[in-house]
Nanobody, 123 residues
């Protein structure tokens, strides 16, 4: 079973930056597409960014395009999310998961989540 541990969140002012990390266990990490999701209070969890198993294809939600960058290090079994020009509306708990294509977007493949990491952007 793949386990996911997110870290790197915090409190930052609008316009600031944070780098999130997702450490994964499991032998098949390097052959899985991985993604980041977020859930703001009172809202459904939404897709933020995704990366193919080899890192050659990147996918972003329109709301973060040009500000966030996803990357991965298969040797370390870690996925990163560099977040720049943060806005108050980016405030949410951020999660990572294995992703699959579905319904015209990207969806989580695993039916469980890590603890997530809180990102709070003050105005």
């Amino acid at each position: 079973q793949v386990q996911l541990v997110e870290s790197g969140g915090g409190l930052v002012q609008a316009g600031g930056s944070l780098r999130l990390s997702c450490a994964a266990s499991g032998r098949t990490f390097s052959i899985n597409n991985m993604g980041w999701f977020r859930q703001a209070p009172g809202k459904e969890r939404e897709f933020v960014a995704g990366i193919s198993w080899g890192g050659g294809s990147l996918y972003y939600a329109d709301s973060v395009k040009g500000r966030f960058t996803i990357s991965r290090d298969n040797a370390k079994k870690t996925v990163y999310l560099q977040m720049n020009s943060l806005k108050p509306e980016d405030t949410a708990v951020y999660f990572c998961n294995v992703i699959k294509r579905g319904g015209g977007s990207w969806a989580p493949l695993l039916d469980y989540w890590g603890q997530g990491t809180q990102v709070t952007v003050s105005s």
